[in-house]
């Protein structure tokens, strides 16, 4: 077999990622060039995207975002504030023996692996898509692994048949209170209900308001999603949902809500309405990332969702471990 070279991608192969993107079953909008480079320019975050090659050929690869604590610590992630998952990506091969692609499973992330413990940091943090669950080429070299969550609503079901009692109560008040629902393209719209959300809990939106900007900008110039929201009789958006295309699904990305408008139950009526739209366009689940909060959790479950886990993988030098440590010390001592 062909030895896979590894090394960080030009911004002239961008285009060459985002195809290796579109291709590999695990890919999301979250690996493209083009959300990178918000969260790069946005978060002002240092971005390397590492390919791995085979005869000349993009096989695979992962983006890392980089960050130096105080000039001491170097760590590496492949994600930031509200992208759940973005690791690595691996090309689908065309054998149809299990055998034959773990190998190629494994070779690709070893070389990865190996490249990414060359490079001087001192934590390594990658979370894999949902669909990549391999993550022994990690585990078998002393990383660390941990199992996440997300929910996948399957549009091919009667929703109707799949509905708590909470949920129904909750589309009969919506009813009553003539919410209705429709997609919009106005980001201040959703800023304004993203800040009320926060407002509330005295706390600060997880994001600059130029990250959503940007999101919209790139949803209506490729057309990777859209904003649904939910109204009054007199046209307040109280709710809205950023959905994301991905690979035969559309993701809930984030939401927002007027606190004054909860018992409404405009989020159930957002939901209900995604679904129907969703599946009469021939999509195969929602992809519902609120799995990993119990609040959220709670909720979403009346919809009878699918549990599905992806993975985590890291590794910690002994340096940053200490430092970890100290800093877990000394906060418990001063609270």
């Not at 050929?57 to 930031?80: D, R, W």
């Amino acid at each position: 077999m062909d030895e896979i070279e590894v090394r960080e991608l030009l911004p002239s192969e961008y285009k060459e990622w985002d195809l290796l993107v579109e291709k590999a079953q695990p890919g999301t909008l979250f690996h493209t060039s083009d959300w990178l480079e918000i969260c790069r320019d946005v978060l002002s975050r240092d971005l390397k995207i590492y390919g791995c090659f085979r005869n000349g050929e993009l096989v695979g690869g992962c983006p890392i975002f980089i960050k130096n604590i105080k000039g001491m610590l170097k760590i590496a992630s492949s994600t930031c504030n509200m992208t759940d998952y973005c690791g690595p990506l691996i090309k689908e091969g065309a054998s149809s023996k299990a055998s034959k692609r773990m190998q190629d499973t494994h070779e690709i992330l070893g070389a990865l692996r190996e490249f990414l413990c060359k490079q001087g940091f001192d934590s390594i943090h990658l979370t894999l898509a949902p669909g990549l669950e391999d993550v022994r080429p990690f585990t078998w070299k002393g990383w660390d692994s941990s199992v996440r969550y997300t929910h996948h609503l399957k549009l091919n079901e009667n929703v109707d048949s799949n509905l708590s009692r909470k949920i129904r109560r909750e589309l009969k008040s919506a009813e009553e209170a003539g919410l209705k629902t429709k997609v919009s393209n106005d980001p201040e719209t959703y800023h304004r209900l993203l800040s009320l959300v926060y407002e509330k809990q005295n706390l600060e939106p997880p994001l600059p308001k130029e990250f959503f900007e940007r999101v919209f900008k790139l949803i209506q110039e490729k057309d990777v999603g859209y904003m649904f929201v939910s109204e009054t009789p007199e046209g307040e958006a109280v709710a809205a949902h950023l959905n994301l295309y991905g690979k035969k699904c559309a993701i809930t990305w984030s939401s927002a809500l007027n606190p004054e408008f909860g018992r409404m139950g405009p989020n159930a009526l957002l939901y209900y309405n995604e679904f129907l739209g969703l599946k009469s366009r021939n999509f195969e689940y929602m992809n519902v990332m609120a799995a990993n909060i119990p609040r959220f959790t709670d909720f979403i479950m009346g919809f009878s969702p699918e549990l599905v886990p992806y993975y985590t993988v890291t590794l910690r030098s002994k340096k940053y471990s200490l430092a970890r440590t100290l800093y877990q010390i000394t906060h418990e001592e001063t609270e």
